[in-house]
């Protein structure tokens, strides 16, 4: 306990620089936040309240109960997307219900260590996923750079010059603060006629209070909220499952995903409690929070506090950022999320990779769902794992002058290669003894069983005796369980090994 405890203090406290790192970078993913989550809560068609209190509640308590430091979780477009038809259908009040019980879907995800499928997602779809979100992050850019005069794409293009430039001077300061504090001071200070964050929507005034949601706890409540939330909380630790993922690579550390499930659901339902709609980790701040020097839990903490400071004490000036300046933050983020070595590894790595990653993406630019271009890739993945140890799979034949007919087995045999076993037993009219030695092989499933129990008998049909040998152990237990002909060590002799 002592140990675990010791492990936790240090991912809050850190030296002198290592605190001015997170705090800085926590200012900047607060300031970031802010468009988002305003555009996240029209998205979900409720009030901006909804999305910002949401980012609030989950940015601090998720800086308590994550398993990834440094990883921010605020409302998300993922999550929005899911809820405006029981918005429109039932009124916010049952949004914040479905919030509630998504939380406490995912605290027993957490608990039943559903966290582990992530073994089953390859670096291809990872890959994918992360290109294809450098591209909806750009995308999302691109309603505030149409229609709008020249002196946008110019703060564009100076709040890109500070931000990539500055770091040449000093790295003591994040550049996209830096950009950030600039363009806002040119802004205002000289009238540019640029939008602004208050042109997004009206930005709440004052505390989020504690509210339980006003819904009847009967089981037609449940029946209406229920297949929302299990949606929501899928995709919601999908992405943040990933995220935490990206972030373990970029920061080169390793993060608690099983905590990090149940912290998203504790997140979660205090989100609902003080008025805000479901949320989960995002890439984008993500990003923007470790290249700024954000490392530690204190950066998560400060982006919620911030942002909370931010709408409660100064919310007017806030109103008056430039947009343009956080455009300029996000293609940043666009740019240094996108994996640009995955275009020229497109030819060095096999053809079957090179699929797998580009069907992520463009499932998930198409349908601007994250799940479902993840589910794609994983789906493509296992069907290419199966057809490559499939083909790894072989028979062959020999005959000794006595004539004993020998069919040596190697490889895998499982449902994908049943068919070329069968196929691999021509019929044999002159072998009165035929010998299958498996000792080579491996043996998966039930269909494998099945596939050896066909194969005896259509021989011993013809006449023949025939005997299997070379079980390994876990071979010979499947066999001894399921085959309905003979069994390893009663009927053959077989000692397995």
Known sequence: M??????????????????RRDVLAGIVVALALIPEA???????????????????????????????????????????????????????????????????????????????????????????????????IFMAQW????????????????????????????????????AILALSAVAIGFGVPVNTVGDMGRLPEGLPSLAVPNVPLTLDTLRIILP??????????????????????????ESDKRRECAGQGSANIVAALFGGMGGCAMIGQSVINVTSGGRGRLSTFVAGTFLLFLLAVLGAWVGRIPMPALVAVMIMVSIGTFSWNSVANLRRHPPTSSVVMVTTVVVVVAT?????????????????????????????????????????????????SVDRFSRGFAADEKARRIRIDVSGAHFWDISAVA?????????RRGGAEVEVVGYNRASADLIDRFALHDKTGVELGVVPH
């Open 2 to 19: 002592t140990y675990f405890l010791s492990r936790y203090r240090r991912t809050w406290s850190g030296d002198a620089n290592a605190v």
């Open 38 to 136: 305003i555009g996240f809560s029209i998205i979900a068609g409720v009030d901006p309240r909804v999305g910002l209190y949401a980012s609030v509640a989950i940015a601090i308590v998720i800086a308590f109960t994550g398993g990834r430091p440094g990883m921010i979780s605020a409302a998300t477009a993922a999550v929005a997307v899911l809820v405006g038809p029981l918005v429109r259908e039932h009124g916010v009040d049952y949004l914040f219900a479905a919030t509630i019980l998504m939380g406490l879907i995912q605290i027993v995800a957490g608990l039943l260590r559903l966290d582990l499928v992530m073994q089953f997602v390859s670096r291809s779809v990872i890959t994918g996923f992360v290109n294809a979100l450098a591209i909806l």
């Open 143 to 178: 309603p505030q750079l149409t229609n709008v005069g020249w002196q946008t794409y110019a703060m564009v293009a100076a709040g890109l010059a500070i931000i990539y430039l500055f770091p040449r001077l000093t790295r003591a300061v994040p550049s996209p603060l830096v």
């Open 228 to 253: 929302y939330s299990l949606t929501m909380a899928a995709v919601g630790l999908l992405e943040s499952l990933l995220t935490a993922q990206i972030v373990d690579d970029m920061t080169e550390t």
């Open 368 to 416: 601007r769902d994250l799940s479902l271009g993840v589910l794609a890739g994983v789906l493509l993945s296992g069907i290419f794992f199966a057809g490559k140890v499939q083909r790894m799979f072989a028979i062959e034949r020999s005959e000794s002058a006595d004539g004993m007919a020998t069919y040596r087995v190697t490889g895998e045999l499982f449902f994908a």
């Open 451 to 459: 596939a050896v129990d066909k194969i005896v008998s259509r021989l």
